[in-house]
């Protein structure tokens, strides 16, 4: 996916991790109301999802599996933005979990788009849906689908596997 850049190339040489950290505080420009379609996908690359809105259209910037954003475009019937958002952050989540349960499959990813990860979980035949997120925890934020129902189970944060790998010392 081409992210916007928000810092110019440099002409002299700088030490690379004095450029890899002035690069990660970097957060996209989103694009501004009114903007067009075509600008925005010119800028930001072609969208990760799309999803159809009743007056127009979302387009979805995850940066998944081990991205932490996703950013969420809203379109007029017309064609030009009515919204830009950032989705993966604890507030969203709050309000999400307010009212997911029974939530449709569908629904669930126009509101946090594509998770990093999907596992089934077997007597239940559930799936569990994963979405890392900017934070100093080493947690994702969770969503289970009972795959029957094709509906949202329920929602909470959990820890992200990755930040718990084994050491030597663990396998002794």
Not at 29 to 46: I, S
Not at 159 to 164: G, Q
Request: aromatic share 8%.
């Amino acid at each position: 996916m081409k992210m916007p850049t928000c810092l110019p190339k440099p002409r002299v040489a700088l030490p690379v991790a004095l450029v890899a950290l002035a690069s990660a505080a970097c957060a996209p420009v989103p694009p501004a109301p009114g903007e067009a379609r075509d600008a925005v996908v010119a800028r930001w690359g072609a969208p990760t999802a799309r999803y159809t809105l009743p007056a127009g259209e979302r387009l979805e910037y995850a940066t998944g599996p081990f991205g932490r954003t996703t950013w969420m475009i809203d379109l007029d019937a017309g064609g030009r933005v009515t919204g830009a958002r950032q989705v993966l952050n604890e507030a969203h989540f709050a309000a999400f979990q307010a009212r997911a349960p029974g939530m449709s499959r569908d629904e669930l990813l126009r509101t946090l788009g594509t998770p990093g990860e999907r596992q089934r979980v077997g007597w239940r035949n559930d799936e569990v849906w994963s979405w890392r997120y900017p934070t100093n925890d080493c947690l994702w934020f969770q969503v289970t689908i009972d795959l029957a129902a094709n509906t949202v189970r329920d929602a909470g944060y959990g820890i992200d596997w990755t930040c718990d790998k084994p050491t030597a010392a663990d396998r002794s």
